[in-house]
């Protein structure tokens, strides 16, 4: 029994003490026909090495579920801080799988079959990153004040993920990002396989200088996009006038037709000053006519004004210069604009429709006349010579208006009316008499005609103006109209007015012509009704014509009552004297 056990302690240090001249032996490594090793480095797109990336190897197999091969798995291994790996396999073929968060899962088949090296190095695999950014354009012109927006597309080609956005940009811009539903955010989820679209709104300041933009979207990794901004001046003018220059005659108005537009990105208001020849008024009014200093005006907005004025009285003949500035944010936009002062005016002109007409004696006349004036605006008074004595003038305007002057524009055109009535006692023989306007800078005349071509009377008489009739019965009066005049008389008729209910008539009821010199006569029937009381009533009359009329005359009717009735009341009144008397005999008795 003890020799066994002092042979087996025996065996036992021999076995320890072989194998401690094998461990104390240098490491040599035998490959076999079936053992392999696979070295790679793991970096990003730039060339960087990535750390901490799994790699999962399966023996590949022929299984195929959807579109990946499918295999058993074996082992992972892991890369170092250079991004570095190494893995030990047997001859076969190999399907390595490359993944960490952040970036796109990478797969790649290796086959160790017909390997004639025990070492196999696969150099450098890259891994893309899940997340993209997309946003157009790389550089772009920004103005001062200018708000614009960026669009970006965040693309995920990864698991489902999460994103924070921030945007830097330089001093003074305003930065935000929108979303698709017009909403400020900070982060947006994107899933996986999946996009999202925000914006990136922009705001520059107003003196802005060239900058760089950049979006910075965080997740799993963070990924940067710059755009350049290069700040452009503002080109453009803000006054423009499209007819700068106008010709005018002393005295004359004038007005330019100016535009006022914003040209910057950002609301601006602007101070409208003027600076005027000496002795010049000038004003710079809106549409309505209101005089205006200071134009507030959103982006890109434009407003018209103009600027109004007259040339004074006594200016030379010559060019006047002006201009009109417009000034914000210590910009000054300046508009030239000139006035050409010209000749005075050319002579005026008198013209009538009917210079020579034939008048008749105490009756009025109209002579039409146009005054035209080919130069500059002026006032032109009106005056008549050689009128003869006894006859009236007057100078009317086209509304009635009695005037002495009128104010006519430049190279523009007045009717005016002149009223002529002659004396009575004017003969038949023709007159003449001129008519002269006198403006501040010219004048004119005209020769007007008068051929007196007859005068008119009429007068009235009636037979007798009083006369007693009673009611109902009818009462004749004879009236005689004579013609006084040089020329006959047309369509005379009695005007007739008396008391209601009445009949009064005239026969006849028109006479169509009366010679000069000559009478006619009407008869008058006069019916007031029965029943009319007791008491005197007029009928006027007037004698009238066509040409003029007679003074009316006015007839006193008295009305009585008749005889017939006075006998009806004397009887009654006996009868009641006779009843009275039989009445007081009979009372005596008793």
């Keep these: 029994m003890k020799a066994q056990t002092k042979s087996g302690l025996l065996a036992r240090v021999l076995v320890l003490a072989i194998l401690s001249g094998v461990l104390a032996a240098p490491l040599t490594i035998v490959h076999s026909d079936t053992s392999y090793t696979i070295t790679g480095t793991v970096v990003n797109n730039s060339g960087n090495s990535i750390s901490g990336v799994t790699i999962s190897i399966y023996s590949a197999s022929t299984i195929v579920s959807g579109s990946n091969l499918v295999g058993q798995y074996v082992k992972s291994v892991t890369t170092d801080d250079n991004g570095y790996f190494k893995v030990g396999l047997d001859r076969k073929s190999y399907t390595l799988n490359f993944n960490k968060a952040g970036y796109q899962t990478s797969s790649l088949s290796v086959s160790l079959n017909s390997a004639t090296e025990y070492n196999y190095d696969l150099s450098k695999i890259e891994l893309k990153r899940s997340i993209t950014l997309q946003a157009t354009p790389s550089t772009l012109e920004v103005h001062d004040g200018e708000t614009f927006t960026i669009p970006l597309t965040i693309k995920n080609a990864g698991e489902d993920e999460v994103v924070s956005i921030t945007v830097i940009c330089g001093k003074g811009y305003s930065v935000s990002v929108i979303s698709q539903d017009k909403q400020l955010v900070q982060s947006v989820y994107i899933p996986a396989s999946g996009s999202a679209t925000v914006s990136v709104k922009v705001t520059t300041p107003i003196e802005a200088t060239d900058s760089d933009l950049v979006i910075k979207v965080v997740g799993n990794l963070e990924t940067d996009y710059t755009v350049h901004l290069k700040a452009m001046a503002v080109d453009g003018d803000v006054l423009s006038c499209t007819y700068p220059g106008r010709n005018v005659m002393p005295s004359e108005t004038f007005a330019f037709a100016v535009t006022v537009e914003n040209p910057y990105y950002y609301t601006e208001t602007f101070k409208i000053d003027l600076n005027t020849p000496s002795h010049w008024r000038l004003n710079i009014e ?103 004595s006894g006859w009236t003038i007057a100078f009317q305007s086209s509304e009635g208006k009695q005037i002495n002057s009128i104010l006519v524009g430049a190279e523009a055109s007045e009717s005016v009316n002149l009223v002529v009535t002659p004396a009575l006692s004017s003969s038949k023989s023709g007159y003449s008499f001129t008519v002269t306007a006198t403006g501040d800078y010219s004048s004119g005349k005209i020769t007007l005609e008068a051929s007196i071509g007859g005068s008119y009377g009429l007068t009235m008489k009636v037979d007798s103006l009083y006369f007693e009739t009673n009611a109902g019965s009818t009462y004749t009066e004879t009236i005689t109209l004579t013609n006084t005049g040089y020329s006959s008389l047309n369509n005379l008729y009695l005007s007739l007015s008396y008391p209601s209910g009445w009949t009064v008539t005239a026969t006849p009821i028109k006479v169509t012509t009366l010679d000069p010199n000559s009478k006619t006569t009407f008869t008058l029937s006069i019916s007031p009704p029965t029943g009319t009381a007791a008491q005197d009533y007029l009928v006027q009359v007037t004698g009238i014509s066509d040409e003029l009329e007679a003074s009316q005359q006015s007839i006193r009717v008295t009305v009585n009552v008749e005889s017939s009735w006075s006998i009806y009341g004397l009887v009654l009144l006996v009868v009641a004297a006779g009843a009275f008397v039989l009445l007081y005999k009979k009372l005596r008795r008793r």
């Design 286 to 388: 809106n549409d309505r006519g209101e005089k205006i200093n200071l134009i507030t005006l959103g982006a890109g907005e434009s407003v018209s004004i103009q600027v109004t004025g007259e040339v004074p009285y006594n200016s030379t003949v010559g060019d006047y210069s002006f201009t009109l500035k417009a000034s914000a944010s210590g910009h000054i936009d300046e508009l030239p604009l000139t006035v050409t002062v010209n000749n005075v005016s050319a002579e005026l002109t008198i013209t009538s429709k009917y210079p020579s007409q034939t008048i008749a004696l105490g009756k009025t006349t109209i002579y039409p006349l146009t005054i035209t004036n080919p130069g500059t605006k002026q006032l032109i008074n009106f005056k008549a010579e050689g009128v003869p």
